[in-house]
């Protein structure tokens, strides 16, 4: 099947406030230049240098969304280009992607990765470190946090994966929580726009949207097996 009707049935199934990253990771720039002539414009990207290089050479309105696994001396191939980055694993990370963004004169948005899987290999802060490491994110001036992002485990106990759904899903409420009640003015301001959680991908995001899933990253389902 193309590109543009698989990109057709994702805007038919998802609800309208679940925005779709199209995950286009080692496939073609071509690959992204049809989903973009199809209406596409949010692109997940999993490694700092093919993505640099597709954004310097598709039109300048798509939005990269960095998914993948990020080493601090690669935030610079990264800031420049990149709409949000999902996958923040770490404050050292945080720090540096504040720190070039503070270089670049940009604000940077960003998504906490919470490790709510039983697979070891997966990255992301444990649930307890979420709430600590939020109130330290708010300290960074060129950091936006909008939200966490995270994998369920591959597995087909569909019970399982709604269950790590949920888990991620009242995490962000309670997160959310704080934000609105918190004593400190600072927090409160910091975190006004943590709107967003990332949760889906082709196996798995009818589940997460029923959980409360606002963006899903779907690769293999509109581009095929990478
Ligand atoms: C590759 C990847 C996806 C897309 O996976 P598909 O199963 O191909 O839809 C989504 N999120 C992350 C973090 C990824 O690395």
Known sequence: MSVETQLDYFRNELPSAVKLVAVSKFKPLQAVLDAY?????????????????????????????????????????????????????????????????????????????????????????????????????????????????????????????????RALRSLFDEIRAISSSSDSQQLRFRLSAFDTLSMGMSGDWRIAVEEGSTIVRIGTAIFGVR
């Open 37 to 165: 002539g199809a209406g596409q414009r949010d692109f997940g990207e999993s490694r700092p240098k093919e993505m640099m290089e597709k954004a310097l050479s598709s039109p300048s309105d798509i939005s990269w969304h960095f998914i993948g696994h990020l080493q601090t001396n690669k935030v610079r191939m990264v800031v420049p280009y990149v709409a949000m980055i999902e996958s923040v694993d770490s404050l050292r990370l945080l720090k540096e992607i504040d720190r070039f963004s503070e270089s670049v004169g940009k604000v940077t948005d960003c998504l906490l990765e919470v490790h709510i899987s039983t697979e070891g290999t997966k990255q992301g802060f444990l649930p307890g470190e979420i709430r600590e490491a939020v109130e330290e994110s708010v300290k960074f001036k060129n950091i936006r946090i909008r939200g966490l992002m995270g994998m369920a485990s591959n597995v087909d106990d569909e019970m399982q994966v709604r269950g790590e759904f």
